[in-house]
């Protein structure tokens, strides 16, 4: 096979990830903790940093390079979904923001002073209907009252930014659902307890996820990212990024799966011969490999035309998919090449096994990935 792009990035994550090995995520994991020490060193290596532009103090690489840091987190064993917002929510501020907040946030986010790694989206009711949001933020003088509630927003305990979207219109008063949303930046140290209370939610991964309720929270209206009531847009301008980043992560678990599966295979010996021998245990690693090599072309491809600023919408979901569905197929196969011994969390796979089955659901569901698709790609009538 020829030489992975990114060699010497590539190596550079990899030291990095030695210094957690397998037996720090799975404590982690045993005790629901937030990997604190693996996100600092992590900050400190600038690779958090990595879209934010060399002026103000990140690493200043491409989407693609980007990307890879994530895949070799979880290819080692790690997961990068504690930190991986980092990268891409900054992107709101970065490309909408005002310079006077880019000057304010943005080199303090890349030296690790601050930490923005929390997103306001979804809520209880709306799901994934994003222009159904019920919370709303009221202008009132110089602040603007924010009311509502959001479900499963993440590391709200280990941020002090959240990016918030909120309804500034309301809905019957805007000639398109997607009009009079708008961006908000919470400092969460002055919010929580002040308007903003923090509910965590218990799931099947360590992945802290909470409640909030907001009620009456003041934010300064000098904390609007971008024009009052655009904020659907910049929330849709980031999405592509997400979901190639997201891609790198399952690409990166399902390189993980069959390594592990592979070298498991050719080593165990039942009735007196390598079970990697049998065909009904090495045909679906093989496959589950081709399909993550697919994904990893897919997944360059759309970062290729993100960093050349064209159009990738369509990609960006396609990859999304595709690295999902092979990160999942992946997983079985090693689940089923340790057989019982997949069970036993010494081995980390059923670990990993939890954490990439949530791709299929969350940033978007593979559904609404093919319903993007068959509308915006092959011109079939909108099915919702």
């Known amino acids: 096979m020829t030489e992975e792009p990114h060699p010497e990035l590539r190596a550079a994550v990899r030291r990095l990830c030695l210094r957690f090995p397998d037996g720090y995520w799975r404590q982690l994991d045993r005790e629901r903790a ?9 900050t400190e290596a600038g690779f958090l940093g ?25 290819r080692s064993g790690g997961n990068a979904g504690p930190c991986h917002a980092q990268m891409y929510t900054m992107g709101t501020l970065l490309r909408h923001g005002s310079e006077a907040q880019k000057r304010a946030y943005l080199p303090r986010i890349a030296s690790g002073e601050l930490r923005l790694q929390a997103f306001g989206v979804t809520e ?14 009221v ?6 009252v924010v009311n509502g509630d959001k479900v ?38 002055e ?9 965590p939610i218990t799931t099947m991964v360590n992945n802290e996820t909470n409640r909030l309720r907001f009620r009456d929270l003041e934010v300064p209206t000098g904390n609007l990212i971008g024009e009052e009531g655009q904020g659907f847009r910049y929330l849709l301008d980031g999405l592509n990024a997400e ?16 390594e592990r599966a592979a070298h498991r295979a050719r080593e165990r010996e039942v009735f007196g011969r390598p079970i990697g021998q049998n065909q009904g245990v090495q045909f679906p690693i093989a496959r589950a490999h081709i399909d993550v090599e697919a994904a990893d072309l897919m997944r360059f491809r759309a970062a290729e035309l993100f960093d050349r600023g064209e159009p990738c919408g369509a990609e960006a ?12 197929a992946a997983a079985n196969a090693a689940m089923q090449t340790f057989g019982g011994y997949a069970f036993d969390v010494e081995y980390d796979v059923e670990r990993k096994f939890r954490e990439t089955r949530l791709y299929q659901v969350a940033p978007i569901s593979t559904n609404l990935v093919l319903a993007y698709v068959a509308e915006h790609v092959l011109g079939l009538p909108r099915s919702f």
């Open 139 to 144: 202008r009132n003088g110089e602040r603007y």
């Open 34 to 42: 937030y990997p604190e020490a693996f996100v600092q060193a992590m």
């Open 317 to 328: 979901n396609m990859a999304k998919l595709l690295a999902a569905d092979a990160s999942w």
């Open 152 to 189: 499963f927003i993440s590391r709200v305990q280990h941020s002090d930014l959240m990016v918030l979207l909120a309804r500034t219109t309301p809905l019957e008063r805007v000639p398109k659902r997607s009009e009079g949303l708008s961006v908000l930046l919470v400092e969460l140290r």
């Open 50 to 74: 990595a879209l934010i532009p060399r002026q103000y103090g990140g690493l200043g690489q491409s989407l693609a390079e980007a990307s890879v840091i994530l895949e070799e987190v979880n």
């Open 243 to 258: 979901r190639i980043l997201i891609a790198a992560e399952c690409i990166g678990d399902g390189r993980w799966f069959i």
């Open 191 to 199: 919010a929580i307890g002040k308007g903003l209370e923090v509910e």
């Open 124 to 137: 209880p009711a709306a799901g994934t209907d994003t222009t159904g949001l019920r919370t709303t933020a």
